[in-house]
């Protein structure tokens, strides 16, 4: 024994490192779900929301006014907001959570990734609900309403939304003698306009203005594909060949892609070398972009409100334009279904909707509230009269619509950096696409 | 009559003894990597997205999509180019670190030390670190180009070039990939016997004669186990791709362990990323076996010596 | 004498290209936190600016206090089990004598060349069936075992002069009071080498936390890290390098203080062709 008595002092140094392991474990599993602790009595209502914590004022304190109003009218439901920041993370993270069953509330629905959503059954049918209250759903824009409707299921209320609209630099085109765009013009008037914005002086290796600013952003240039008759997918949203690389279609990416290459939009790479908005900078005449534009551009110190203009895209064959809109959703894992809805509609209500578009970032869904602010600026008319030719994303029927866009900016960009035959990469696109999504 | 004693039938108690000691470890293999195995087989005949309710059997269909899909080749493609490159310079290098190292000199083992210190610090700190090192124009490297006068290589931005993105996560990977792989060729070294190479130097060799005969037959085995477990790792790389390029610049720098994560968590396909792991698996396992072929004929010519 | 100067000078060379990130990193976490980025030429701003660390601990949507707590719970969690399962496994597969014992062995080893990406994925689903998901469980349980340990183990104790069980045996001591009264403690150093290398692997561990967490609460530092990265609309880099240097420090700090048992643990398993 007394060999083991020897060895007996030096195991006893181990025998706290399992005790203190369990006992942390212990500790730990008593915060293990990690969910924010309720104040006695009170109901928690999770919601999720885009972009990171925001140092905006005019931000922070619209959240201030509408935490505190809510308070008010109902001090027994407490509010914990979310914010997932990180661009394109949002999505994921969120269907992380599902998967997980950590899901919140509440969640912000993209028009643009609405499909993602309804067709994994992660959002609660709203229409029981709205049927029990007798909810008027005529107050919104029906084609917004109608993003996040499936047939007679409502998935989402609306918040605010936007049509795509072209922004031009009224001082340049004064500059260059050019009238500014009519309501209604068309693709052969956009090109010439921007034939004569673009500044080329000899000798120079680039333009020092441009007419247009083309992005590489599927969201922003498939309306080009809609005006001129064409489209990238099937009407039920399952293939891309025959619709992708049809005529129209080709037509369409020819003349956006022609832009850049004619040297009258920049190249991403010159893009990236004039900065970080080249419009604000007033080195390009025209951008397509949303109402959201504004707020950036009112802060701006090198361009006025008074230059700057808004128009409808020009149209070719139709007259359309994209909606983009955010909405509210209740998940089907939310407890407190009933709470839920009250906290939504109360998002979605003239209240919550008149500070929101205070904010200037888009365009209420409720249709008094966005026709009273008609008269408030000279471009809020313009939005407001474009919106009926708004059509839907294709992100708000198709899951998998994440991937088409995907590979739709590789094809730009395989014709614009790599040279590709448009004929080509469309239907190289088109076959791509059709195998993510027939799987 | 005899009496016999009892004969003894039961086992020695230390014979059941044994599987109780690995009973505990046993029981986390089977949940962990048992049943995994064979449920990742299961899951690749399914079509498995998590959140949806129905998750039908499809047989091979999975398998008959992967191989069509121009996307899992550019994945393999991506990882093949990786490993090919990464793996044998990076052993070429921690060879010529460690036989540096090992020599008996003061102070060698606060840069064994030193050397080790990437491989212990977090990845994800690390790849944040040697992208900004990477910035066009701003970054550390830039800034040394800019001053060697190459003004037009300072402005590349690595991590976004199609044709340098894996390069520059390649040459990254030496610098973490150092520390282990050094010290197992430390321990390789300190396994020849010193009076091999006074035998050799006696017999009027060279240190480049000495290291080709002596050290390099010598250090097979090490190599091998080097070799082998650096493939499979570089196979299954994914941090830095997840936090520096992911994937891009257009899947350029997609390898397989990246392109596997975003079917399985990011669009939630478990059945077809489980088929796609079985493909990895296999590929890791033929390149495992092919090594270990040309490896040990090597043995067999060296032990003929 | 030319051979040694040149050894060091390689060898010194080969530090600072070592070196390099992470001085980088310190230098620009020091910098103001939206003026100019460092260069050589201007390595150190002129007021070290330290309240990148406060501004970084003081971050709400990325609490890394709570995620430090996280990770030092999972990975001590993790230490004591890997001592503990791979020790007694490691101890029943040298000294002791049951069927199967070499094929079981095999099998251990064999699961070591499988790509995690097989294995994750069930593993995944396994955890969220048993309702793990976003719990310390998830964390720790899948880690309380390796291979890699069961491995160093064995061979550790294949070392062991078998004179001392015989003796112990005579004693009339048990398999297992052997193993916890004479195998365990001389053991120790061997042991502290699997710790530290558990410690390391758990503390740096990206990829299961990641697919395993989903609340900010639960949150480890690497993935906490990952997460900081994104809060940043324009990217800022001294205060993304400020936070890489708060995530390093623990874990070089533990490496520096057990660093001879790393090289000792290599050599370990490496020695085995």
């Known amino acids: 024994m007394s060999l083991v008595n020897r060895q007996g002092g030096r195991h006893r140094q181990f025998a706290w490192l399992p005790a203190l392991s369990l006992l942390i474990a212990a500790v730990g599993y008593g915060c293990a779900r990690g969910q924010t602790e309720a104040e006695t009595g009170k109901i928690v209502l999770h919601v999720a929301d885009w972009g990171g914590a925001s140092s905006d004022p005019n931000l922070n304190r619209f959240e201030q006014e509408v935490a505190a109003a809510w308070k008010r009218q109902h001090p027994d439901i407490q509010i914990v907001q979310e914010h997932i920041p990180g661009s394109g993370e949002y999505v994921p993270k969120l269907l992380t959570a599902f998967v997980a069953r950590t899901e919140p509330d509440i969640i912000s629905l993209d028009a643009s990734s609405a499909a993602v959503f309804i067709d994994n059954h992660t959002l609660r049918d709203l229409t029981p609900l709205v049927r029990a209250d007798g909810l008027d759903l005529s107050v919104y824009y029906p084609n917004v309403l109608h993003l996040a409707q499936r047939g007679p299921h409502l998935y989402a209320l609306p918040a605010d939304f936007t049509p795509m609209m072209l922004y031009y630099n009224k001082r340049l085109f004064d500059r260059a003698g050019v009238p500014y765009p009519r309501d209604g013009w068309t693709w052969a008037d956009f090109l010439d306009a921007c034939k004569r914005l673009t500044v080329w002086p000899r000798g120079a290796s680039h333009p020092t203005q441009y007419g247009f600013l083309f992005e590489n952003w599927m969201p922003g240039w498939i309306m080009w594909i809609w005006q001129n008759g064409g489209d990238v997918l099937s009407p039920n949203g399952r293939r891309a060949t025959g619709y992708l690389d049809s005529a129209p279609t080709m037509e369409a990416v020819q003349f956006f892609t022609g832009l850049v290459q004619a040297h009258l939009a920049p190249t991403l790479s010159e893009t990236q070398a004039l900065g970080v908005d080249p419009f604000e900078a007033g080195q390009v005449a025209m951008k397509i972009s949303g109402h959201w534009n504004l707020v950036g551009l009112k802060a701006s110190e090198r361009l006025r409100m008074e230059d700057i203009g808004v128009v409808g895209l020009p149209q070719n064959r139709r007259r359309v334009t994209v909606l983009y809109e955010k909405g509210y959703a209740i998940t089907n894992g939310c407890k407190h279904p009933r709470e839920a809805w009250e906290y939504i509609q109360f998002l979605s209500g003239p209240f919550v909707q008149q500070k929101m578009a205070e904010l200037g970032i888009g365009i209420s869904a409720n249709r008094q509230v966005a026709e009273s602010r008609r008269n408030l600026s000279p471009l809020e008319p313009v939005f407001l009269d474009n919106v009926k030719y708004g059509l839907a994303p294709w992100g708000a029927r198709v899951e998998n619509y994440a991937q088409v866009e995907d590979i739709g900016k590789e094809m730009i960009d395989e014709i614009l950096v790599g040279g590709t035959p448009v004929r080509q990469a469309l239907q190289d696109a088109a076959r791509r696409i059709d195998a993510e999504l027939g799987f | 009559m005899t009496i016999s004693p009892p004969v003894r039938t039961k086992r020695r108690p230390s014979e059941m003894t044994g599987l109780w000691f690995i009973l505990p470890s046993f029981l986390h293999l089977a949940v962990f990597s048992l049943f995994p195995i064979g449920f990742a087989l299961v899951l690749s005949l399914y079509r498995w997205d998590v959140l949806k309710p129905d998750k039908p059997f499809v047989g091979l269909a999975n398998y008959a999509h992967l191989l069509r899909d121009p996307f899992f080749w550019n994945a393999l493609g991506n990882s093949a180019y990786y490993t090919v490159v990464s793996v044998p310079m990076g052993m070429a290098l921690a060879l010529g670190v460690a036989l540096l190292v090992h020599q008996k000199l003061p102070g060698v083992a606060l840069f064994r030390t030193l050397y080790y210190l990437p491989a212990v610090s977090s990845s994800v700190a690390l790849a944040m670190v040697w992208t900004f090192l990477y910035l066009p124009g701003q970054g550390l490297f830039a800034w040394m180009l800019n001053t060697l006068g190459l003004r037009s290589w300072a402005q590349v931005d690595w991590l976004q070039s199609p044709s340098w993105a894996m390069p520059a996560l390649i040459f990254m990977s030496l610098w973490t990939g150092l520390g282990p792989r050094m010290v197992l060729f430390l321990a390789g070294l300190a396994g020849i016997p010193e009076q091999l190479y006074e035998a050799a130097a006696m017999d009027g060799a060279s240190r480049w004669e000495s290291f080709r005969y002596i050290t390099l037959p010598l250090l097979l085995p090490t190599t091998f186990f080097i070799l082998v477990t650096s493939s499979i790792s570089a196979f299954q790389v994914f941090t830095p791709i997840y936090m520096m390029t992911r994937g891009g610049p257009v899947r350029h720098t997609e390898v397989i362990g990246y392109h596997i994560y975003n079917q399985a968590w990011r669009q939630f396909h478990m059945g077809m990323a489980s088929a796609q792991a079985y493909v990895l698996f296999l590929l890791i396992l033929a390149v495992t076996i092919l090594q270990f072929k040309i490896v040990s004929k090597r043995m067999e010519e060296y032990s003929l010596q | ?273």
């Not at chain 3, 070290?48 to 430090?68: D, I, S």
């Not at chain 3, 097989?118 to 880690?143: D, K």
């Not at chain 3, 002069?161 to 004693?171: Q, S, T, V």
């Open chain 3, 1 to 273: 004498m030319i051979r040694a100067s040149l050894s060091y000078l390689l060898m010194l060379l080969l530090a600072l290209f070592t070196l390099l990130p992470f001085a980088w990193m310190v230098v620009t976490s020091l910098h103001p936190s939206h003026g100019a980025l460092p260069t050589p030429a201007h390595l150190f701003p002129k007021q070290w600016h330290g309240e990148n660390y406060r501004a970084v601990l003081n971050m709400t949507a990325t609490p890394f206090l709570r995620f430090l707590f996280n990770t030092v719970v999972v990975a001590a969690c993790v230490v004591a089990g890997q001592l503990l399962l791979c020790s007694l496994a490691g101890y029943g597969f040298a000294r002791l004598r049951f069927p199967g014992r070499d094929l079981l062995f095999f099998l251990f080893l064999a699961t070591m060349m499988i790509p995690g990406q097989v294995t994750m994925i069930p593993a995944f689903l396994v955890v969220r069936s048993l309702g793990w998901l976003n719990t310390y469980w998830a964390l720790i349980v899948p880690g309380l075992s390796s291979a890699f340990g069961i491995f160093l183990l064995r061979q550790f104790f294949l070392t062991l002069p078998k004179e001392l069980e015989d003796a112990a045996r005579l004693d009339g001591c048990s398999d297992f009071a052997i193993y916890w009264r004479i195998g365990l403690p001389l053991s120790a150093p061997a042991l502290a080498t699997l710790a530290a290398f558990a410690f390391i692997a758990t503390w740096t561990d990206f990829f299961w936390p990641l697919l395993v967490t989903s609340t900010t609460e639960m949150r480890t530092l690497e993935v906490g890290l990952s997460l900081f990265k994104d809060s940043f609309g324009t990217t800022n880099w001294p205060l993304q390098m400020a936070a890489a240097v708060l995530v390093v420090c623990p874990a070089l700090l533990v490496f520096l203080l057990t660093q001879r048992f790393f090289v000792r643990g290599i050599a370990l398993t490496g020695l085995k062709g």
